[in-house]
């Protein structure tokens, strides 16, 4: 049976700082060869995406819902109203932050905010994780729609629990997924938009039912893409928040957690790789 996948990127399909393991290449191919199809639900923009060479997905879910994309065709586009980003951007620099700005051509950051991002990547991970279409720039061209903010403090910082309660209704402040602590760097989203929005829309585009929805994410802001899909499956090297919300959990991003994923999924249940050596 035919079935609608959404894959997280970072931690899901690419193992921090590398490429996507083969196993996850062959079992996406082989999904659209019997007639399913496959999109990317990220955080990241579209300018941030890998290139994805060996993998042709049939769409983008990306800014956590902001902006979709189906076989080229922009079907959906929110953005942050230039005068709330304005208000947003100067209460987070009063505040210390380091301000990371998310448009669908380009993430704009300060240069001391390029290196102390680096620096914490390092520190946390110690290795850099690959985000293309960063732009070194203190200001954001008048013309980009806003799409997304990461932000990031020191230690002694104001504090990311404190921007949560904060900045009121009209965000969301999620927890980001390359593995920095959540109390040190998380992504401010509109409320209107997530990743199960996104998924949403998609299965609409198609008139599709959400009964043939799968959702695959390995960190906090793929919990509600994860319970909203039929069919919702943690990474093995998940959060534990969305451990406790998955319908399944498949084996590490690099120990055929993709594969296992896709196969469990096609085979209603049947197959079940988390026990199995691979040859």
């Given at each position: 049976?035919?079935?609608?996948?959404?894959?997280?990127?970072?931690?899901?399909?690419?193992?921090?700082?590398?490429?996507?393991?083969?196993?996850?290449v062959?079992?996406?191919k082989?999904?659209q060869?019997l007639?399913s199809?496959c999109?990317?639900?990220?955080g990241?923009?579209l300018?941030?995406?890998?290139?994805f060479?060996?993998?042709?997905?049939?769409?983008?879910?990306?800014?956590?819902?902001?902006?979709i994309?189906?076989?080229?065709?922009?079907?959906?586009s929110?953005h942050?109203?230039?005068?709330?980003f304005n208000?947003l951007?100067?209460?987070?620099?009063?505040?210390?932050?380091y301000v990371?700005?998310?448009?669908?051509?380009?993430t704009?950051?300060?240069?001391?905010a390029?290196e102390?991002?680096?620096?914490q990547?390092?520190?946390y991970?110690?290795r850099?994780?690959?985000l293309?279409?960063?732009?070194l720039?203190?200001?954001?061209?008048?013309?980009?729609e806003?799409?997304k903010l990461?932000?990031?403090?020191?230690?002694d910082?104001y504090?990311?629990d404190?921007v949560?309660?904060?900045?009121?209704?009209?965000?969301?402040?999620?927890?980001?997924?390359?593995?920095l602590?959540?109390?040190?760097?998380?992504?401010?989203?509109?409320?209107?938009?997530?990743?199960?929005?996104?998924?949403?829309?998609?299965l609409s585009y198609?008139?599709?039912?959400?009964e043939?929805?799968v959702?695959?994410?390995?960190?906090?802001?793929?919990?509600e893409?994860?319970?909203?899909?039929s069919l919702?499956?943690?990474m093995?090297?998940?959060?534990?928040?969305l451990l406790?919300v998955?319908?399944?959990v498949?084996t590490?991003?690099?120990?055929?957690?993709?594969k296992?994923a896709?196969?469990?999924?096609?085979?209603?249940?049947?197959?079940?790789g988390?026990?199995?050596k691979e040859?």
């Open positions: 049976m035919s079935k609608y996948f959404f894959f997280d990127v970072d931690g899901t399909l690419l193992p921090f700082g590398k490429s996507v393991p083969e196993s996850a062959y079992a996406i082989a999904a060869a007639g199809k999109f990317i639900a990220s990241r923009s300018a941030e995406l890998p290139a060479e060996n993998i042709a997905f049939d769409g983008y879910i990306c800014s956590a819902g902001a902006t994309e189906i076989d080229g065709k922009r079907i959906y929110a942050i109203e230039r005068k709330k208000k951007f100067r209460y987070l620099k009063d505040r210390g932050f990371l700005t998310q448009t669908d051509n380009a704009y950051l300060s240069r001391e390029g102390f991002f680096k620096s990547l390092m520190k991970i110690g850099l994780v690959e293309n279409g960063l732009v720039s203190e200001d954001v061209p008048e013309d980009e806003i799409k990461l932000i990031l403090c020191a230690e910082g504090g990311t404190r949560r309660a904060e900045i009121g209704s009209e965000f969301t402040v999620v927890n980001n997924t390359v593995s602590p959540p109390r040190l760097m998380v992504e401010i989203v509109m409320s209107s938009v997530s990743k199960a929005t996104g998924i949403e829309k998609v198609y008139g599709a039912s959400r043939d929805s959702a695959i994410g390995d960190g906090s802001n793929d919990i893409m994860v319970e909203y899909a919702g499956i943690a093995g090297n998940s959060s534990s928040d406790e998955a319908d399944y498949t590490d991003v690099e120990n055929d957690g993709i296992n896709i196969f469990y999924a096609l085979s209603g249940g049947a197959y079940d988390r026990n199995k040859g």
